[in-house]
């Protein structure tokens, strides 16, 4: 049984002879030889395997049947409003097998793996990104804990109910965690919504719905030195309820600071974020070299105050140098 990838469907072919030797017609042949005090033997080609199934056997053209049942399914695999994969005839026929006893269906193993190589094409948790910043800027990034991961197990089996169902159309992919948009592996996978954190410019814009800044300020980034780096990457806003008490402890568990806020907006966990620090006495250029936070991002009172008034849980933050 075998797919003809121009016609679409699976054909019965004529069956071929092997070119592995059968065991036991050489030992017959060689015994023979020894017998008869011959000094060589000949093995013709009745010492060949000989193929078992013949293209005659009309359970091959049920089998071939009931595997082209199995390829009229046809739609698309969606991420967002992206389609990354085609479900056809040439994908299933992938995936079908033959079985010992001349009856075929779908490898559950073969389509796992299949939806393995999707997730690894696909997932962008923690992936690279690279994209062109409104004003220009090429900003490449990773990590963080915004992007698309795929359910394989819920894919696998949209899959296999898909196939049976002759489904048709489009699929949206199942995910444990989606994102806003999707443009390939390594491409921006949020809207024109989201605030960039530039590190190495010591400031941070909120671009709206337009992809115009509708709010911008100096910060002070983490302080470098003491390894309290902002840690870069891609995330999203996790609250935004206002006041809070920030602590911070040394490595040998006593408390290292404690410290009220009035507006407290965390991206990652709820560990670091945006606040107010108006403590600090400076707010961008180098001044967080040596006056720097313990990760968070520092934000003059008025305008944390202006950010809390913008943002909305969920908000993409991408921070990079």
Same mark, same amino acid.
């Given at each position: 049984?075998?797919?003809?990838?121009?016609?679409?469907?699976?054909?019965?072919?004529?069956?071929?002879?092997?070119?592995?030797?059968?065991?036991?017609?050489?030992?017959?042949?060689?015994?023979?030889?020894?017998?008869?005090?011959?000094?060589?033997?000949?093995?013709?080609?009745?010492?060949?395997?000989?193929?078992?199934?013949?293209?005659?056997?009309?359970?091959?053209?049920?089998?071939?049947?009931?595997?082209?049942?199995?390829?009229?399914?046809?739609?698309?695999?969606?991420?967002?409003?992206?389609?990354?994969?085609?479900?056809?005839?040439?994908?299933?026929?992938?995936?079908?097998?033959?079985?010992?006893?001349?009856?075929?269906?779908?490898?559950?193993?073969?389509?796992?793996? &299949?939806?393995?190589?999707?997730?690894?094409?696909?997932?962008?948790?923690?992936?690279?990104?690279?994209?062109?910043?409104?004003?220009?800027?090429?900003?490449?990034?990773?990590?963080?804990?915004?992007? &698309?991961?795929?359910?394989?197990?819920?894919?696998?089996?949209?899959?296999?109910?898909?196939?049976?169902?002759?489904?048709?159309?489009?699929?949206?992919?199942?995910?444990?965690?989606?994102?806003?948009?999707?443009?390939?592996?390594?491409?921006?996978?949020?809207?024109?919504?989201?605030?960039?954190?530039?590190?190495?410019?010591?400031?941070?814009?909120?671009?709206?719905?337009?992809?115009?800044?509708?709010?911008?300020?100096?910060?002070?980034?983490?302080?470098?030195?003491?390894?309290?780096?902002?840690?870069?990457?891609?995330?999203?806003?996790?609250?935004?309820?206002?006041?809070?008490?920030?602590?911070?402890?040394?490595?040998?568990?006593?408390?290292?600071?404690?410290?009220?806020?009035?507006?407290?907006?965390?991206?990652?966990?709820?560990?670091?974020?945006?606040?107010?620090?108006?403590?600090?006495?400076?707010?961008?250029?180098?001044?967080?070299?040596?006056?720097?936070?313990?990760?968070?991002?520092?934000?003059?009172?008025?305008?944390?105050?202006?950010?809390?008034?913008?943002?909305?849980?969920?908000?993409?933050?991408?921070?990079?140098?």
């Amino acid at each position: 049984l075998d797919y003809d990838n121009g016609g679409s469907q699976f054909v019965v072919r004529a069956e071929t002879a092997g070119t592995a030797l059968d065991a036991d017609k050489v030992v017959e042949t060689v015994n023979a030889a020894v017998a008869a005090m011959e000094s060589s033997a000949t093995l013709s080609e009745d010492a060949l395997q000989q193929p078992t199934l013949l293209s005659d056997d009309k359970r091959l053209a049920k089998a071939a049947d009931e595997a082209n049942s199995l390829l009229k399914a046809d739609f698309s695999l969606k991420l967002g409003d992206t389609p990354v994969a085609q479900v056809n005839a040439d994908a299933i026929a992938g995936w079908v097998r033959l079985h010992d006893d001349v009856t075929v269906g779908v490898d559950e193993g073969l389509v796992a793996a &299949w939806v393995q190589d999707l997730a690894s094409a696909c997932n962008t948790y923690q992936a690279r990104r690279t994209f062109t910043r409104a004003d220009g800027k090429e900003v490449t990034v990773s990590g963080g804990v915004y992007g &698309w991961i795929i359910d394989k197990d819920k894919l696998q089996e949209a899959l296999m109910n898909g196939v049976d169902s002759a489904q048709t159309g489009d699929m949206a992919i199942p995910c444990e965690q989606e994102a806003g948009a999707y443009d390939g592996l390594h491409g921006r996978d949020w809207g024109k919504r989201y605030v960039d954190v530039d590190l190495t410019e010591q400031h941070a814009r909120f671009y709206g719905e337009d992809g115009a800044i509708i709010w911008e300020s100096d910060i002070v980034s983490g302080k470098p030195a003491d390894g309290r780096d902002t840690p870069q990457g891609t995330y999203y806003i996790k609250t935004n309820d206002g006041k809070s008490v920030l602590r911070g402890y040394k490595p040998d568990g006593t408390k290292d600071y404690e410290t009220e806020v009035e507006f407290w907006m965390p991206f990652k966990d709820n560990s670091v974020g945006f606040h107010d620090a108006g403590w600090q006495e400076k707010f961008g250029g180098d001044w967080y070299v040596e006056h720097g936070s313990h990760g968070c991002i520092n934000l003059p009172p008025d305008k944390a105050e202006e950010l809390h008034g913008l943002l909305s849980v969920g908000d993409v933050v991408v921070v990079h140098e």
